[in-house]
């Protein structure tokens, strides 16, 4: 009873509020296909406008992630073009819709890419989409700088793409270092939907609990969107786990969950960044009610800042941004929306670094201000030590970007109460570092 | 012990809120010809039919009773208005399933318009268990498999032992013989379109409620598995429905257990296409001469 579709996965989150997303969403995808109106890896003229494309689902049901995606954008756009831009130039945040399916994404990275001659970079981060887009990114010299997760891109081959989370394996191993360091139980039930970006977690998650002594009790990889799980969860329970790991879609989850309570489960589960949105809280919720959720769930995901003075900026340009933010409260703790913020900042920092606007000319420059002397935390701060001839280290309100080889920089986690959506404990680089055998 | 009577009660139910849904899928068909691809469509738009009428009603058989009064309306006007429409203009089967598919389309899309991309909760009925030899059964599963023996029941008698039945059947067979036995195909046609919307309807809400939350795509996702069921037990052929339903069913919860989770779909589409290499028609049907269509 297969009811499956591809389902984005975005590797990182924190404390996002989706509900709202859904309708602006739609209404800002109905301008998208007139939002792109530059284009191209050109250097852009002496006054032009340079675009940043948020690249996203917009419609369908991953369109909340494209909200997010704009928000931080428009959100960074704000506070550079506040501070006088980039050698004249202006920014502005156009609308992709990719509708989270390659089969839509394609044909709109080709069209985005041929008809978009102000283009100088793009926001994005679906897993599921990475191996399609990042090579059409690449070959337009289109600096890409992503939130998606696809293990793929852990030894990334590609020049002109950036990722300032971790990969989805790196998530999996966190799982593991939460389970033994967070909780101190040692069986586990591995709950993953079949799905290329729920599975991305699995190898990490295994390996992880191997190098921490725990013991993976059963691994169940289920189909997505079954009328009931009855027989799995029968076999879940059967290898009496004490802890169980997971990530699905909203409605494989409800049906899932509802199935662990009418069979009596009454332990633990963690979930990771694939069950942050407002459809799983829901779906969750119907299933096992909102007291136990909040009791017994908790969800694994990358940890932002919610003070000084990054995040303040960050919280002020999003007011700030008017009537194009549909809701800042909600948003000033959606990492989805301060990832893009940070990435759209670090194309606009790397662009005066390099002093061009030439995208194969500031490329490089993009791990360049993630490694200089002086900190720097806003767009104000780089722009002004870099005047003052000085290199710059941005930390931005998703924290220190340290990009490896592969231009792959990790972050912090956190377990995060679904409900609360405030943290109840930290994972460390450390403990992430013992469940990686390091 | 407990995985093997798991994996006959919940294939016994999985098969229910199949077969509720094939039957009047193939009941439909059968009668009027006509490969209604927006059957799918028409179980979301009941879904959300009767979460919008009732407020998220708290009794099943109302909500079940809502479901199917809004699947026979939408059904009827589907079938008989637009459907009629492109048969009396002499459009071909063919045609008319690509009529269908616009009018599928047209409603899930709409249904996301209005109500955006996300999910809803959904439930109905007493959340009680029950426990039969280790295995956990809920009420709404229970009522499901109730509701659908009882539709069965209902249909098998409906056709056999009912003048309208007859006329269903000799609809089925053969629209002018049918004619000059007396029997309106129009009025026939238009009463299976209201049954079958019935059917649909209340597995809507049934699917609904299992699943404890919907969306725009619900019912479009199910219905690829449902018209499984009825093609497995011989298009048009309601008892081969509820047989194809069964085997669908059972197969795919033993998959879960015996092969792995990942495998219950592959396993059941596995099984329908080795059943109509041997059997091309289905389980259940002869192969059709061609059949008129009719408005």
């Known amino acids: 009873m297969s009811r499956g579709g591809h389902r984005a996965r975005w590797s990182a989150a924190h404390g996002a509020r989706l509900a709202l997303a859904g309708g602006l969403g739609l209404t800002l995808a109905a301008c998208a296909g007139s939002a792109a109106t530059g284009g191209g890896a050109s250097p852009a003229g002496a ?83 990475m191996s399609a887009t990042v090579p059409l990114f690449n070959q337009a010299h289109i600096p890409d700088l992503s939130a998606g997760g696809d293990v793929q891109f852990d030894k990334n081959i590609y020049p002109y793409f950036w990722r300032t989370t971790p990969g989805d394996d790196v998530a999996g191993y966190t799982l593991a270092a939460y389970v033994k360091f967070g909780t101190g139980f040692t069986r586990i039930a591995a709950v993953f939907g079949n799905d290329q970006a729920a599975q991305g977690n699995v190898p990490g998650l295994v390996s992880g609990a191997r190098h921490l002594g725990l013991h993976i009790a059963v691994s169940e990889s289920i189909a997505l969107d079954q009328t009931t799980y009855a027989t799995e969860v029968q076999k879940i329970l059967a290898a009496h786990p004490q802890v169980i790991v997971t990530e699905s879609d909203p409605q494989t989850a409800g049906v899932l969950l509802g199935g ?47 003070s000084g003075l990054a995040w303040q900026t960050w919280k002020s340009a999003l007011f700030a941004a008017g009537s194009l933010v549909k809701d800042p409260a909600s948003d000033e703790t959606a990492i989805y929306a301060e990832l893009p913020y940070d990435h759209t900042t670090m194309l606009a920092l790397a662009m005066l670094a390099a002093h061009s606007t030439s995208p194969v000319t500031f490329n490089p420059y993009i791990e360049k201000i993630t490694q200089g002397r002086t900190v720097v935390h806003t767009f104000a701060q780089g722009k002004a030590a870099l005047a003052a001839g000085k290199t710059i280290d941005y930390v931005g309100v998703t924290g220190q970007v340290s990009f490896d080889k592969y231009h792959n920089s990790a972050g912090l986690w956190a377990a995060e109460n679904p409900v609360t959506n405030l943290p109840v404990k930290l994972v460390s680089a450390h403990d992430i570092a013992a469940a990686e055998g390091h | 012990m407990t995985l093997l009577l798991s994996i006959i009660i919940f294939g016994v139910y999985s098969a229910a809120l199949l077969a509720i849904g094939a039957v009047g899928f193939t ?50 006007l589907i079938g008989h208005v637009v459907v009629g429409a492109f048969l009396r203009r002499g459009a071909t089967g063919f045609g008319i399933a690509m009529v269908t598919i616009a009018i599928s389309l047209m409603v899930q899309f709409g249904l996301e318009a209005i109500q955006g991309p996300d999910i809803l909760s959904y439930s109905a009925g007493s959340q009680a268990t029950m426990n039969i030899g280790g295995v956990v059964l809920s009420s709404g599963q229970l009522t499901t498999i109730i509701v659908a023996v009882l539709a069965m029941a209902a249909v098998q008698v409906l056709l056999r032992m009912t003048k309208f039945g007859l006329a269903m059947r000799a609809t089925a067979a053969d629209v002018s013989l049918a004619r000059t036995c007396a029997v309106s195909p129009a009025r026939t046609r238009a009463v299976t379109w209201l049954i079958s919307g019935a059917l649909c309807g209340i597995c809507g809400v049934l699917l609904g409620i299992g699943e404890g939350s919907f969306s725009a795509s619900t019912g479009s996702d199910f219905f690829i598995t449902l018209a499984a069921a009825a093609v497995l037990g011989g298009i048009g052929k309601p008892a081969g429905a509820m047989i194809g339903a069964l085997i669908i069913g059972i197969v795919s919860q033993a998959a879960a257990a015996v092969i792995a989770p990942s495998y219950k779909t592959i396993a059941a589409w596995v099984i329908l296409i080795a059943v109509l290499v041997l059997r091309p028609q289905g389980i259940l049907a002869e192969f059709a001469a061609d059949r008129e269509l009719v408005a």
């Not at chain 1, 494209?66 to 704000?78: E, L, P």
């Not at chain 1, 979930?271 to 909040?294: C, Q, R, V």
């Not at chain 2, 059957?39 to 058989?61: D, K, P, Q, V």
């Open chain 2, 27 to 76: 009941l439909q068909f059968g009668v009027t010809n006509v490969l209604n691809l927006a059957f799918g469509s028409i179980l979301t738009a009941c879904i959300f039919a009767e979460y919008g009428l009732t407020g998220h009603s708290t009794n099943l058989w109302i909500a079940m009773a809502v479901g199917a009064a809004s699947g026979a309306v939408l059904s009827l």
């Open chain 1, 260 to 306: 662990l309570k009418q069979a009596g489960w009454t332990g633990p589960i963690v979930g990771t960044s694939g069950t942050l949105g407002i459809d799983y809280d829901k779906a969750a919720i119907a299933a096992i009610g909102k007291a136990a959720y909040e009791a017994r769930f908790v969800r694994i995901i990358q940890y932002a800042q919610q």
């Open chain 1, 47 to 129: 006054s032009a406008t340079l675009e940043i494309a948020a690249f996203s689902p917009f419609t369908g049901p991953n369109a909340p992630y494209g909200y997010f995606q704009y928000t931080g954008c428009v959100a960074a756009v704000h506070a550079i073009n506040a501070a006088g831009g980039v050698t004249g130039h202006h920014f502005t945040c156009t609308i992709v819709d990719n509708r989270g399916e390659p089969a839509d994404a394609v044909p709109a990275a080709n069209n985005m890419v041929a008809s978009s001659p102000h283009l100088v970079g793009i926001v994005d981060g679906d897993s599921g989409l």
